[in-house]
């Protein structure tokens, strides 16, 4: 989504125009297509959000215990996917969920009474976003990854100190740790805003919101060897840049 006064600019958003601003401007303003994009990368990380997703419809429309309303879930996915998708990435996918599932039983359901956010859209301060799972009671937020290493980078970094912004400013509550939920391995990172290298961060996503409302979208890579990685790159060709 480009970036207006009404609705803000995304932390993917940001990443991009740190990866290239003009990459950037090819997609959000110039609206081009990628060419030679394979989505297939990104089919676990969106069918572990819809199993997700459903799952938290049965777990709270009905007070079962887990291994039912994972089956609930399970039967409610097959009428959505049919068979023409990768049997391999649902599998994994439902991995995931099992891995939540066994996480929240754990950690939430017997101490925690109330029902958490989930998928809850934002939009405060110019920017905007989808957090996956927030529970207020105990003020946890978390966003679900699929990768198979449970490692902070830098665009995770970033993810996290945009949803501080987000949250802070929609409740109105201070956000002192962000937890990412890697849901394949089943293991959790932990970002703590109030170290340097986190601030540090955050005044690299200020400066990056600021050159995009100025649209300064110069072809500037962030690293030699962005352009062979760039879904964006025949468009630079075409144009001439």
């Known amino acids: 989504m480009v970036w207006n006064k009404h609705t803000g600019i995304s932390q993917s958003a940001i990443s991009l125009y740190r990866f290239c ?43 079962e215990s887990r291994d039912y309303i994972l089956a609930n879930t399970y039967e409610e996915l097959k009428k959505i996917w049919d068979t023409s998708l990768d049997i391999e990435n649902f599998k994994k996918a439902y991995q995931c969920l099992e891995n939540h599932a066994d996480w929240e039983y754990r950690n939430i359901t017997d101490g925690l009474q109330t029902k958490p956010l989930t998928e809850l859209k934002l939009s ?8 996956d799972y927030v529970h207020l009671q105990n003020w946890k937020p978390v966003d679900f990854k699929t990768g198979k290493h449970a490692n902070l980078s830098y665009n995770y970094r970033l993810q996290a100190y945009v949803y501080k912004v987000l949250l802070e400013a929609e409740f109105g509550k201070p956000v002192n740790h962000f937890y990412f939920y890697f849901l394949h391995p089943n293991e959790w990172r932990t970002v703590s805003f ?14 990056y919101k600021l050159r995009i409302e100025d649209e300064d979208f110069e072809h500037e890579p962030r690293l030699p060897n962005n352009c062979k990685n760039c879904e964006y790159k025949y468009y630079c060709k075409i144009l001439g840049v």
């Not at 110039?30 to 819809?50: E, N, V």
């Not at 301060?125 to 989808?130: C, D, I, L």
């Not at 109030?194 to 400066?207: C, F, S, T």
């Open 21 to 63: 601003p003009y990459a950037y401007y090819l997609k959000y303003k110039k609206r081009c297509t990628p060419m030679f994009w394979d989505m297939s990368a990104m089919d676990t990380g969106r069918y572990a959000h819809d199993a997700i997703d459903k799952y938290y419809k049965f777990h709270y429309d009905a007070e």
């Open 124 to 131: 405060q301060k110019g920017y905007f976003g989808y957090l």
């Open 194 to 207: 109030g170290k340097d290298k986190q601030i540090k961060v955050g005044e690299d996503v200020e400066n």
